[in-house]
C-alpha cells in the first residue's frame, strides 16, 4: 500500500466568500465553514465524496494555514 497524503490550504476569514474556507490544489476539493471545526469537520466529508470507493483515498490529510492575500499573475 503506498502512503499518500493531501494538503488543503485553510484560510480563515476569506475576503471574497466570508466565512473560513478550504482547498486541495490539485484536486478540485474545495469546502467553507463557519468556524475551524465546521472547515474540519467538512473537509473530510468532502475528501470521502471526491475519493469515494473507487479512488485511492490519501493516508494523511493536513491543512496549512493561510494568512495573507493569496495572488494569481
Known amino acids: ?12 476569514g476569506d475576503e471574497v466568500d466570508g466565512g ?3 482547498n486541495a490544489p ?3 476539493i ?10 474540519r469537520r467538512n ?3 468532502a475528501v470521502d465524496c471526491h475519493f469515494g470507493d473507487t479512488r485511492e483515498r490519501p493516508n494523511l490529510i ?3 494555514l493561510v494568512r495573507g492575500a493569496i495572488l494569481v499573475a
Do not use: K, N, P
Not at 500500500?1 to 480563515?12: G, H
Open 43 to 45: 473537509v473530510l466529508e
Open 62 to 64: 493536513g491543512t496549512h
Open 20 to 22: 473560513d474556507s478550504a
Open 1 to 12: 500500500m503506498s502512503r499518500t497524503e493531501i494538503i488543503f490550504f485553510y484560510v480563515a
Open 30 to 39: 474545495h469546502t467553507q465553514g463557519g468556524s475551524v471545526e465546521d472547515v
Open 26 to 28: 490539485g484536486y478540485g
